[in-house]
T-cell receptor, first 111, second 112 residues
Framework: GQQLNQSPQSMFIQEGEDVSMNCTSS?????WLWYKQEPGEGPVLLIA?????ELTSNGRLTAQFGITRKDSFLNISASIPSDVGIYFC???????????FGPGTRLSVLP | NAGVTQTPKFQVLKTGQSMTLQCAQD?????MSWYRQDPGMGLRLIHY???????DQGEVPNGYNVSRSTTEDFPLRLLSAAPSQTSVYFC???????????FGSGTRLTVV
């Protein structure tokens, strides 16, 4: 089936630094979603992207729908300790239920 | 609103036992899904529903059954538990087929 790759798998950064992560697919997607998961909880939707080239912000988070429609990017500016968690991308190439999730990027923020 | 409620939060089963994981949402969402999460593998879709009375298989449906008799509830049944079904199970719902899903807090299942 379809697979998504996320890079990096994990990252350790200092508080205040900016963070960049990406998600790539071998297939074209019509929708990209970015989620954050904290320990013991379900994923929480951060940003949804519906159009190639689209750039959308949610506070300190900015995500982009790649123009090739095969990738997406998430940036976090001025990281804080509560940004710690696993960030998942999810993509869909049809207008239906079949969102595919990436394996996640685990973010650790050092004070 | 409670959002998406999953019960139980933790469960230990013996191989061969059956059980039902409960999921309820109070947001009047038509779309509901079940995912399993295993280390390093993200979330994989088990079954989904686009409305009451309608269900379909996802990526990893074997060993699981679902039904959708009401808009609110979407239970997941394990027919004969196997160690390979040890995982964290998430139920999710959405108001639109292409919108982001609201997830429950998960059921951690261990099959011994």
């Amino acid at each position: 089936g379809q697979q998504l790759n996320q890079s990096p798998q994990s990252m350790f950064i200092q508080e205040g630094e900016d963070v960049s992560m990406n998600c790539t697919s071998s297939s074209i997607f019509n929708t990209w979603l970015w989620y954050k998961q904290e320990p013991g909880e379900g994923p929480v939707l951060l940003i949804a992207l519906y159009k190639a080239g689209e750039l959308t912000s949610n506070g300190r988070l900015t995500a982009q729908f790649g123009i090739t429609r095969k990738d997406s990017f998430l940036n976090i500016s001025a990281s804080i300790p509560s940004d710690v968690g696993i960030y998942f991308c999810a993509g869909s190439n049809n207008y239906g239920q079949n969102f595919v999730f990436g394996p996640g990027t685990r973010l650790s923020v050092l004070p | 609103n409670a959002g998406v409620t999953q019960t139980p939060k933790f469960q230990v089963l013996k191989t061969g036992q059956s059980m039902t994981l409960q999921c309820a949402q109070d947001m009047n969402h038509e779309y509901m899904s079940w995912y399993r999460q295993d280390p390093g593998m993200g979330l994989r879709l088990i079954h989904y529903s686009v409305g009451a009375g309608i269900t379909d298989q996802g990526e990893v449906p074997n060993g699981y059954n679902v039904s959708r008799s009401t808009t609110e509830d979407f239970p997941l049944r394990l027919l004969s538990a196997a160690p390979s079904q040890t995982s964290v199970y998430f139920c999710a719902s959405s108001y639109d087929e292409n919108a982001g899903y609201t997830f429950g807090s998960g059921t951690r299942l261990t099959v011994v």
